[in-house]
């Protein structure tokens, strides 16, 4: 077999090599069939059990109520920038964002197309080094909902609880870090996640609602984009996503196979953890874009060297060593090693080793 890398990328992102393997062995003929997942019927037998299955080990995993519907659904978080203002702000037309990096930015955009957005909460004059403070934060007592995005995939901040935003509706995008810990799905009233980061192949959007607001969807809205048509129909309103549902159930399994979140849990704070150390020791050669420890993401490893040129030469030399995907977004600069569940202990034990001698030599 090729050797593979060790890969850092952001999104799409690496998946459980079991997976992979799985995904191999039944490629051509999926368990016998005679088919593979790609040519059958998203109606027929087989693949209803798929996606049945998918479903059911995603609400074990994060034990969903059962007054929440669950959704595959296609056109990525993006999608659901729009949907979710479409869907929840009438009929009052307001909500409240808090905005922590690019990809809220790109929600409230489309908000603003639909109704009145407050930003509720912003730390964009510190480029999104930190997150906004609870006590910072100015809450509007009619809005819609709430918006917030639970990982900030370029800046490396994330949440540790969500916002307290009291009975307003909370919505969150999760697409960067949904699975890696349990929540309690009850705070939210809907949270959404393109699945390239911490779940799957890009193409699948996991929609988790609470159905008590599928009363605000609109019969007027277009077809695709109401929630509503979505839960009733399960999913296959129109043809879906096949094969990135496929392999999300198969991540979903290795997770439970793997101890379930609480055991990912355990393993992103230990891997974070050895990242996070090994910069807060190296004498400031390291150093984190994140300015408040607690604001620190377990996903998205995000730091700087000394110089620019040293920064360029440290990616050069670990593509060589078969680290990729390290480099930081244009926005941030530097390094950054996004380590999801998927992502190996050992790829981070071997890079702080990297680390360590790269700082030795330069
Ligand atoms: C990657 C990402 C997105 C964009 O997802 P698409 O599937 O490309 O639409 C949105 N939000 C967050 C937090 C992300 O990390």
């Known amino acids: 077999m090729e050797k593979r890398i060790y890969n850092f990328s952001a999104g799409p992102a690496i998946l459980p090599e079991e997976v992979l393997l799985e995904a191999q062995r039944d490629f051509y003929s999926y368990k016998g069939s005679g088919m593979s997942v790609m040519e059958m019927s998203h109606r027929g037998k087989i693949f209803d059990?798929?996606?049945?299955?998918?479903?059911?080990?995603?609400?074990?995993?994060?034990?969903?109520?059962?007054?929440?519907?669950?959704?595959?659904?296609?056109?990525?978080?993006?999608?659901?920038?729009?949907?979710?203002?479409?869907n929840l702000m009438p009929p009052a037309n307001k909500a409240d964002y808090i905005v922590t990096g690019a990809w809220s930015k790109k929600a409230v955009k489309e908000a603003k197309r639909v109704g009145s957005v407050n930003i509720a909460g912003t730390t964009e004059s510190e480029n999104f080094t930190r997150l906004p403070k609870q006590e910072e934060l100015n809450l509007s007592a009619d809005a819609s909902y709430v918006h917030f995005t639970s990982n900030n995939t370029i800046f490396g901040t994330q949440y540790k609880t969500e916002p307290a935003v009291g009975s307003i509706p909370l919505v969150c995008d999760a697409s960067s870090d949904i699975l890696f810990r349990k929540i309690d799905v009850n705070k939210y009233t809907l949270i959404y996640a393109g699945a390239q980061k911490n779940i799957g192949p890009s193409g699948v959007t996991v929609v988790i609602i609470n159905k008590n607001i599928l009363e605000r969807s609109s019969d007027s809205l277009h077809t695709y984009l109401?929630?509503?048509?979505?839960?009733?129909?399960?999913?296959?309103?129109?043809?879906?996503?096949?094969?990135?549902?496929?392999?999300?159930?198969?991540?979903?399994?290795?997770?439970?196979?793997?101890?379930?979140?609480?055991?990912?849990?355990?393993?992103?704070?230990?891997?974070?953890?050895?990242?996070?150390?090994?910069?807060?020791?190296?004498?400031?050669?390291?150093?984190?874009?994140?300015?408040?420890?607690?604001?620190?993401?377990?996903?998205?490893?995000?730091?700087?060297?000394?110089?620019?040129?040293?920064?360029?030469?440290?990616?050069?030399?670990?593509?060589?060593?078969?680290?990729?995907?390290?480099?930081?977004?244009?926005?941030?600069?530097?390094?950054?090693?996004?380590?999801?569940?998927?992502?190996?202990?050992?790829?981070?034990?071997?890079?702080?080793?990297?680390?360590?001698?790269?700082?030795?030599?330069?």
């Open 226 to 362: 109401n929630y509503k048509i979505h839960v009733e129909n399960d999913s296959m309103y129109n043809t879906p996503t096949t094969f990135g549902i496929y392999i999300a159930g198969l991540v979903f399994k290795w997770l439970l196979n793997m101890g379930g979140l609480d055991a990912m849990y355990k393993l992103n704070t230990e891997k974070a953890g050895i990242l996070y150390d090994y910069f807060d020791s190296s004498d400031g050669y390291y150093t984190g874009t994140v300015k408040i420890k607690e604001d620190r993401s377990l996903m998205n490893v995000t730091y700087r060297l000394p110089s620019e040129e040293l920064e360029k030469k440290f990616l050069d030399e670990a593509k060589q060593k078969g680290f990729e995907g390290l480099k930081g977004h244009r926005s941030v600069g530097g390094i950054r090693a996004s380590i999801y569940n998927a992502f190996p202990k050992k790829g981070v034990e071997d890079l702080v080793e990297f680390m360590k001698d790269f700082k030795a030599k330069n």
């Open 49 to 86: 059990g798929i996606i049945k299955e998918a479903e059911l080990d995603l609400r074990k995993l994060l034990d969903i109520p059962q007054n929440y519907a669950v959704l595959f659904l296609q056109g990525g978080a993006t999608l659901q920038f729009s949907m979710v203002p479409l």
